[in-house]
């Protein structure tokens, strides 16, 4: 049986619609005419030449193998509507992750649909929306971290953190790209808040957050950083050093009210995790953006 992968599919399909007839013989057409044997290769062997008869012979033959029409099908659907057609689930484009965030509500003074403060739900994102209007919620925190995620009660908040809704960045099964589409829809409703790692890598992903208009600190890195590097063993001059990259965006980044953090980051070579931040019970805050 022929297969392709997803992009191997869409260059076939390109080729089909844009009826072409001479294609650079790239990597991926050598693995699609070694599968497909179809076509003839120039003098040259640079370029593969398809007749109209090999483009509709394509067409067929990719439709009999995977159940898909080049020029009328995409990948641009879930695996359950790609199974309705094909075989190969996998061929689809939209990952199974990709429509749900994992949230938990903070701050609430009752649990708001009979859940505890150590309780996560997976839910669709138009649901996650729904429950923004209808439970009053006043902001959403994004947390780097997915075990600092599950024990986010235990941080210690500013006291007027009430009614937010907590949502996991994502990473492995809980793709980000469900977290950037549903704060695309609720950038600009209500504060977007970032909570991760107090370091180069941890303030670019604040940074460069969908909506976001806020991050946490510790209390201590504004107003007495000496105080909090005197802490034994919270910071990690080590892992600083493996961040250049993080370290370089910042530097060229418009950081706005973040700038002043942003310098003492790198100038301190600081890395303070999540994890230490909590063990440490140390006081966090708001920082606005701007």
Known sequence: MVSLTPQQFR?????????????????????????LEIGQLDESEKHLLLTSQDLAELRQLVKDC???????????????????????????????EADYVLIKY????????GISTRTSLRIPLDEAQKHCHELNVVA????????????????????DFTNVMVIYRGSGHHSPIGVRQFLQAMAGKMPIIAFTDL?????QIAHTLTGMTHC??????????????????INSADDFAKQAPQAKYLQSADLKNWQQLSL??????????QQ???AHRLELVLLAYC
């Open 199 to 203: 370091d180069p890598a941890g303030l």
């Open 140 to 159: 959403i925190l994004v947390v780097e971290n997915l075990d600092i995620f599950d024990v986010i009660h235990q941080a210690h908040l500013p006291d």
């Open 11 to 35: 260059l076939l399909k390109n080729a089909v619609k844009k009826r072409s007839s001479k294609i650079k013989f790239t990597p991926n057409w050598k693995a699609i005419y070694r599968e």
């Open 264 to 273: 003492w980051l790198i100038q301190q070579r600081i890395s303070i995790k």
């Open 106 to 113: 903070l701050g609430f003074g009752s649990s708001p649909i």
């Open 66 to 96: 995977s159940g898909l029409d080049l020029f009328y099908d995409d990948l641009n659907v879930d695996r359950m509507a790609m199974s309705a057609k094909s075989h190969n689930e996998k061929l689809a484009k939209i990952r199974p």
């Open 276 to 278: 230490h931040l909590l």
């Open 216 to 233: 946490i600190v510790p209390q201590l890195a504004l107003f007495a950083p000496s105080e909090l590097l005197a802490i034994p063993q």
